[in-house]
């Protein structure tokens, strides 16, 4: 095979889009390098320097090599090249100076030509990430979020038990702090003696309270177990643990007023709109979904489930209609009465909702796609898409707020389980 016909098949490989990994071609990690006589190719780390970054690589016998290429990933993981390029460098070369813009993430390798040998046994290098930050960018692996209407904060849970405090409206990361603990679940905004405060339940037991524009802590509450959930409401935390139970806790004693044993795993309660202490809520593990009442004082009333439905209501944050009629909830968009029986569902196809947020004025929904880069918007009244959003990045929480859709993106579909390359952005449509 001549240097031109191995030239024309590497490019060929390289620039094949599929969801599926590229076959004969060297990725880092394989054991090539131990097969070649020249080599290996080492990476080192990247350097940025404004919207310029800076590759080093180890320089090979030139009379051996006869090129570099870099490959630039800048969608997705390597083993997958959905969106990639190749540049191609002089044998004589160990450096390249790459331009990147602002709110991109790529990853790179570099790859020796050796003309003479097979191109499965090119020397291959390891990968580097580099991620250019811009200023709706943060390096962070989301787990959860709450949106604060009446200030415009997003406060963000990363896998590393830190909360970021993000401005949406100026852009800009305000504080961000290390909780310490696994704080995973579900926490809640509200306001108590005139002071806006963060709840936050965390897997040690206790729930801490922060200021809301600060994130200095204010106060804690000692629940015990392991906590999933928290909403507050006029003087009374109601919370979930992950082993099942419900209770009430009174933000000015800190005491116990009730407790519910409710034998589901990881139960989230809403408030139901218009109401002082009836929620909606779904099991997310076992996709169960229920209704809670407490009296005016926190003490717990009633509760009735959905165990035996053909439309499970899903174990995803499901959102609830202004009027407290209706919540949406599931992969496929399944929509029920407060009274948990079945409603509708959205025309999806086979698309996976992982979040919902909804336009009551405008009645529309919306649901953020869990595997592509958008947001699809449906009509309250017929449930037909009537609008979809090409995103940034794969869309992970979706807040509506004031005409636009706030969405948290990550740049995998599955950030939380990447821990190698943290990184998320918030954007407005």
Request: glycine residues 6%; contains cysteine.
């Given at each position: 095979?001549?240097?031109?016909?191995?030239?024309i098949?590497?490019?060929?490989?390289?620039y094949?889009?599929?969801?599926?990994?590229?076959?004969?071609?060297?990725l880092?990690?394989?054991n090539n390098?131990?097969?070649?006589?020249v080599?290996?190719i080492v990476?080192?780390?990247l350097?940025?320097?404004?919207?310029?970054?800076t590759?080093?690589?180890t320089?090979?016998?030139?009379?051996?090599v006869g090129?570099?290429r870099?490959?630039?990933c800048?969608d997705?993981?390597?083993?997958v090249?959905?969106?990639?390029?190749?540049?191609v460098?002089?044998n004589t070369?160990?450096?390249y100076?790459?331009?990147?813009p602002l709110d991109?993430?790529?990853?790179?390798f570099?790859?020796?030509?050796?003309?003479?040998?097979?191109?499965?046994l090119?020397?291959?290098?390891?990968?580097q990430t580099?991620?250019?930050?811009?200023?709706n960018?943060?390096l962070?692996?989301?787990v959860?979020?709450?949106y604060d209407?009446s200030?415009?904060?997003?406060y963000?849970?990363g896998?590393n038990n830190?909360i970021?405090?993000?401005?949406?409206?100026?852009k800009?990361m305000?504080q961000?702090?290390s909780?310490?603990?696994?704080?995973?679940?579900?926490?809640?905004?509200?306001t108590y003696?005139g002071?806006?405060?963060l709840y936050v339940p965390?897997y040690?037991?206790?729930?801490y309270?922060?200021?809301?524009?600060t994130l200095?802590?204010?106060?804690?509450?000692?629940?015990?177990?392991e906590l999933w959930?928290?909403s507050?409401n006029n003087?009374?935390?109601?919370?979930?643990?992950l082993e099942g139970n419900?209770?009430s806790y009174?933000r000015?004693t800190?005491?116990q007023?009730?407790?519910?044993?409710?034998?589901l795993?990881?139960?989230r309660?809403k408030l139901i709109?218009?109401t002082?202490?009836k929620?909606?809520g779904?099991d997310e593990?076992?996709?169960i979904a229920?209704?809670?009442?407490?009296?005016?004082?926190?003490d717990?009333?009633s509760?009735?489930?959905?165990f035996?439905n053909?439309?499970?209501p899903?174990?995803?944050?499901?959102?609830?209609?202004?009027?407290?009629?209706?919540?949406?909830?599931?992969?496929?968009?399944n929509?029920f009465?407060?009274?948990l029986?079945?409603k509708?569902?959205?025309?999806?196809g086979?698309?996976t909702f992982?979040?919902f947020?909804?336009n009551d004025?405008?009645r529309?929904i919306y649901g953020a796609?869990?595997n592509?880069?958008m947001?699809?918007g449906?009509?309250?009244?017929?449930y037909?898409?009537s609008?979809?959003?090409?995103?940034q990045?794969?869309?992970?929480?979706?807040?509506?707020?004031?005409?636009?859709?706030?969405c948290l993106s990550?740049f995998?579909?599955?950030q939380?389980?990447?821990?190698?390359n943290?990184?998320c952005?918030v954007?407005?449509y």
């Amino acid at each position: 095979m001549s240097n031109k016909t191995l030239l024309i098949v590497l490019l060929t490989a390289l620039y094949f889009v599929s969801c599926k990994r590229i076959e004969n071609v060297p990725l880092p990690g394989s054991n090539n390098n131990h097969t070649s006589t020249v080599g290996p190719i080492v990476l080192q780390p990247l350097v940025i320097s404004g919207n310029h970054v800076t590759l080093n690589w180890t320089k090979l016998d030139s009379s051996q090599v006869g090129s570099y290429r870099i490959v630039k990933c800048t969608d997705t993981m390597l083993e997958v090249y959905p969106y990639l390029d190749t540049i191609v460098v002089n044998n004589t070369l160990n450096s390249y100076v790459d331009t990147l813009p602002l709110d991109q993430y790529a990853q790179y390798f570099v790859i020796a030509n050796l003309p003479n040998i097979n191109y499965g046994l090119w020397p291959i290098s390891n990968k580097q990430t580099c991620i250019k930050a811009g200023p709706n960018t943060i390096l962070m692996n989301p787990v959860n979020a709450v949106y604060d209407k009446s200030s415009h904060y997003l406060y963000i849970f990363g896998t590393n038990n830190n909360i970021a405090l993000y401005d949406v409206v100026n852009k800009q990361m305000l504080q961000q702090i290390s909780t310490n603990a696994t704080t995973r679940g579900h926490g809640d905004v509200g306001t108590y003696n005139g002071t806006r405060e963060l709840y936050v339940p965390r897997y040690d037991g206790w729930i801490y309270i922060y200021d809301a524009t600060t994130l200095s802590l204010i106060d804690q509450i000692n629940v015990g177990g392991e906590l999933w959930g928290v909403s507050y409401n006029n003087g009374v935390l109601f919370v979930s643990a992950l082993e099942g139970n419900v209770s009430s806790y009174s933000r000015n004693t800190k005491t116990q007023i009730s407790q519910k044993d409710l034998y589901l795993f990881a139960p989230r309660m809403k408030l139901i709109p218009g109401t002082n202490s009836k929620f909606l809520g779904v099991d997310e593990d076992n996709s169960i979904a229920f209704n809670m009442s407490f009296d005016a004082m926190g003490d717990y009333d009633s509760t009735r489930q959905l165990f035996e439905n053909s439309h499970y209501p899903g174990a995803q944050t499901f959102a609830m209609y202004a009027d407290g009629s209706s919540f949406i909830s599931g992969a496929r968009g399944n929509i029920f009465n407060s009274d948990l029986s079945f409603k509708s569902s959205l025309q999806s196809g086979n698309l996976t909702f992982i979040y919902f947020d909804l336009n009551d004025a405008g009645r529309v929904i919306y649901g953020a796609i869990y595997n592509n880069k958008m947001i699809q918007g449906y009509s309250m009244d017929n449930y037909q898409l009537s609008r979809t959003i090409n995103t940034q990045g794969y869309p992970f929480n979706i807040f509506y707020d004031n005409g636009s859709v706030i969405c948290l993106s990550t740049f995998y579909p599955n950030q939380q389980d990447n821990n190698l390359n943290p990184y998320c952005r918030v954007d407005q449509y």
